[in-house]
């Protein structure tokens, strides 16, 4: 069986047509993992896009064997389809189609429409805790922010290095130091 060919096929027959009204889903028609980032997506049904990745992973194999690298990102995004839900039972493309539709169904009920009430509102307000912070660059000058993240931002440091510094997890991130100096109820 020629894998390429009935990929091709199928996604030329989803570019022609209409977008379906029914759950879709987004696919590269150039995997992200081999290709890069690219901007060709197409919209397919649940079904569809398990049976495209069924039949990536079956080109993958053919064309540059089992040890291969494509074969194996190939590989793992089809094994992902087939156990997103991590139980272990058989799913094929019908029963990855009826997963998917009742999840986003289910999504789309609980999220849709929903108003917080002011109450929750107000609870989400008070839980937010704002910090000051004292930072240090390498040359010993101090800067003041209750921002880590603008500051991290402005100054082209990872935040995320820096949120260890300023918890004392970390002693420096080149060469900057920090520390928590107080809190900010906001």
């Not at 690298?69 to 094929?92: C, G, L, S």
């Not at 002011?118 to 921002?147: A, C, F, W």
Request: charged residues 30%; hydrophobic residues 30%.
């Amino acid at each position: 069986m020629n894998y390429l060919r009935t990929y091709c096929n199928l996604i030329r027959k989803a570019q022609s047509r209409k977008v379906p009204e029914c759950y879709t889903e987004k696919h590269h028609i150039f995997p992200k993992s081999i290709f890069g980032n690219n901007n060709k997506i197409i919209k397919l049904t649940a079904r569809e896009h398990y049976i495209a990745h069924a039949l990536l992973e079956k080109v993958c194999l053919k064309r540059y064997g089992d040890k291969h690298p494509y074969t194996i990102k190939m590989r793992h995004a089809f094994w992902r389809m087939n156990h997103f839900t991590n139980q272990n039972f058989y799913v094929n493309s019908t029963l990855y189609e009826t997963l998917r539709q009742r999840i986003a169904d289910r999504v789309r009920e609980r999220c849709s429409g929903k108003k917080l009430s002011p109450q929750h509102i107000e609870n989400v307000r008070q839980t937010k805790l704002m910090y000051e912070y004292l930072i240090k660059d390498p040359s010993g000058v101090e800067y003041k922010t209750d921002s880590l993240r603008r500051f991290c931002e402005e100054n082209h440091l990872h935040c995320g290095v820096m949120c260890y510094v300023v918890n004392g997890k970390r002693n420096h991130y080149k060469g900057w130091t920090g520390k928590i100096i107080g809190r900010i109820e906001k």
